[in-house]
């Protein structure tokens, strides 16, 4: 995951794995948020560096960044790695799942960047690059994702389909 200000240069013009890409910046520049899509369906949502929310094919949330951590999904719940050493000290990592507490944060962060992207696309000073994609029809498409009244599902694993 990239942790500085110009990887966010480097996902809109290298980020291969999403063909249809786009870059929404503030008019003052304060925020910047990449969106694209995999497979046509699979969505993931970088707000700045951190966080990060992906996608599978069915809309389900499979992968987040959040604070610095990387969360998957393990069987429905949000799970992330926490590191233990084993009988002979080797280090390994095991899925811990978030408490409904920590999960409720982190789709409230979710909910919190998508009102911001629609705030976003509401001002026609707001900044809009796209790669694979023309601007209107990436514009319309996030509206529409932005504007989709639901209840963020967990995917059962963190594939893209």
Not at 85 to 108: H, K, N, Y
Request: net charge negative.
């Amino acid at each position: 995951m990239a942790r500085q200000e110009s990887d966010r240069e480097d996902l809109l013009a290298e980020g291969v794995n999403l063909p249809q890409r786009g870059r929404i910046t503030t008019a003052d520049g304060e925020h910047v948020w990449v969106l694209g899509w995999r497979k046509n369906t699979a969505l993931s949502l970088f707000d700045d560096v951190d966080p990060v929310f992906q996608f599978n094919t069915a809309g389900q949330l499979r992968r987040v960044y959040f604070d610095g951590k990387r969360i998957s999904t393990q069987d429905g719940r949000l799970t992330h790695l926490q590191k233990v050493a084993d009988p002979s000290g080797r280090l390994a990592f095991r899925p811990v799942a978030l408490t409904e507490t920590e999960t409720a944060e982190v789709l409230a962060r979710l909910s919190v960047s998508i009102e911001r992207i629609g705030q976003a696309l509401q001002s026609v000073d707001t900044e809009i690059e796209t790669v694979g994609i023309a601007a209107e029809s990436f514009v319309a498409r996030v509206r529409a994702w932005c504007e989709d009244d639901r209840d963020f599902q967990i995917s059962a694993t963190p594939n893209a389909e």
